[in-house]
């Protein structure tokens, strides 16, 4: 019963702080392409991209999180 309350507060906590980030990227988003007059939505997207998967592998490889590696099966399931 502990171990099930425990897997469930995890649960609202992670969408919690995915609707937190969420929220938080759309603002610097928006201060950024109007504030400071940013020329270009299409790299401060590809930034954004970048910066992800540099979080999300870092995060791999202290493992903090686990995912699959790359592979063409991967790929094969996606698509």
């Known amino acids: ?3 099930e309350r425990v897997s469930v ?3 609202i ?3 919690l702080f995915y609707g937190f980030s969420s929220m938080l990227i759309v603002i610097i988003n928006k201060l950024v392409l109007t504030s400071y007059g ?3 939505f299409q790299v401060l997207g590809l ?3 970048v910066a ?3 979080v999300l592998y ?3 490889l202290t493992r903090i999180i686990t995912y699959p590696d790359m592979s063409m099966d991967t790929v094969r399931k996606v698509g």
């Open 1 to 3: 019963m502990e171990g």
């Open 9 to 11: 507060l995890k649960r």
């Open 13 to 15: 906590l992670a969408a």
């Open 38 to 40: 940013f020329p270009s």
């Open 47 to 49: 930034g954004q991209i």
């Open 52 to 54: 992800s998967v540099l």
């Open 58 to 60: 870092a995060a791999k």
